[in-house]
């Protein structure tokens, strides 16, 4: 895939963000679905980053509604949606629902007189971005210790699943990578990503693998259950937080690597975002072996997707993502260097490249699709 024009999207541009839910309910479940809307408003008023949200029924077909809900932010409301409580709170309505779609988009332009002259005021309208027409996504989870080697050889021998979904939607590249007993399974659609993600799981080679690991996993879910199903995809959901791509001429012989950054306790959130910054700084700097690269966080756990060219341990602080020391400090302080065996602060190259090793992930499997 290459990119003529730099790309840059993320979720700590500072701006609001608005959250359409489509629901399409079961027939006569209107009343259950009032009353399940009711116990999560009440709910979400001491859900930090929460502004408001609204609850409307269609026109023309009143099985259809849409909750709307505004956030401070990407990063509470991302926080939020992976978390138990989350789950907890939405839990009531799944009983009432047939179809349910979920879209994010940041605040860029609004009327509305005083409250947008507060919102700008306050720097919370985000800049337009430039995209490159993907939208990438990550699972993780873990398996059981001793099993790992297991896992890895079922994960990267099946075969890859039609690319085509739909005349709108094709799944572009799907790519495994293992650290210890942590799985991360990140996708690049381009497209509709609920709809490539569907079309994924109802393939007989996928649901073939997806029951040759359960025995494996560390937690236990019944795939053929909606709401074991639904608790697990929502538990193992690692959201993008940031992406970059240089732009320009795309260099021959790119590899893709990902790197395990597991933060301290309540340090996920600073982590991602000193190491989007980076990334920033990184796309501008034609010496830097990263060439593009996304960001992946889901609590205090950040997975870091890079494509580079060259060997990254030639320049180990690049390839980590951290420019000069001060940044490798703070870099030290939001990591738990335990988790990864390195106790050590980062001082020289000598220990980027020790903790390049340790962070690195055991690539199981890169698929790309054929282009079309």
């Known amino acids: 895939m290459s990119t003529s024009k730099r790309v840059s999207q993320s979720a700590f541009d500072g701006s609001r963000l608005r959250v359409i839910l489509f629901v399409d309910l079961h027939e006569g479940a209107q009343p259950q679905f009032l009353d399940a809307y009711e116990h999560m408003r009440t709910r979400m008023v001491e859900v930090s980053g929460h502004i408001g949200d609204q609850l409307c029924q269609s026109v023309d077909n009143p099985s259809q509604w849409v909750i709307t809900s505004e956030w401070a932010g990407a990063p509470p409301y991302l926080a939020w949606v992976s978390s138990e409580h989350h789950l907890d709170t939405v839990k009531p309505m799944q009983s009432c629902v047939r179809d349910l779609r979920s879209q994010r988009y940041t605040i860029v332009r609004e009327t509305g007189g005083s409250q947008q002259a507060a919102a700008r005021a306050a720097g919370t309208h985000g800049p337009v971005r430039v995209g490159d027409g993907v939208t990438r996504h990550a699972l993780t989870f873990t398996v059981k210790p001793g099993s790992e080697s297991k896992v890895a050889e079922i994960l990267a021998g099946y075969a890859p699943p039609k690319a085509r979904v739909d005349d709108s939607t094709r799944l572009l590249r799907t790519t495994l990578f293992m650290h210890g007993n942590r799985v991360v399974r990140t996708v690049e659609v381009e497209g509709d990503l609920m709809a490539a993600l569907r079309h ?60 395990f950054y597991p933060a301290r306790d309540g340090c996920g959130t600073a982590l991602a975002r000193m190491l989007s910054q980076e990334d920033e700084t990184a796309a501008d700097d034609p010496g830097s072996p990263v060439h593009r690269s996304t960001v992946f966080q889901r609590e205090d756990i950040v997975v870091r997707l890079i494509d580079v060219s060259g060997d990254p341990e030639s320049e180990p602080f690049k390839a980590l993502g951290i420019h000069g020391p001060r940044k490798a400090a703070m870099l030290a302080r939001l990591l738990d260097g335990g988790a990864l065996g390195v106790h050590d602060p980062i001082t020289g190259e000598r220990d980027a490249t020790r903790l390049l090793a340790h962070a690195g992930m055991t690539l199981i499997t890169d698929r790309t699709a054929a282009q079309s």
């Open 200 to 259: 994924v799981s109802r393939q007989p080679e996928v649901r073939a693998v997806e029951e040759a690991i359960n025995p494996h996993l560390e937690q236990d879910r019944d795939l053929t259950d909606p709401e074991s199903a639904r608790a697990f995809f929502t538990r193992a959901a690692m959201p993008p937080v940031h992406h970059v791509s240089r732009g320009g001429a795309e260099p021959a012989g790119l590899r893709r690597l990902a790197l």
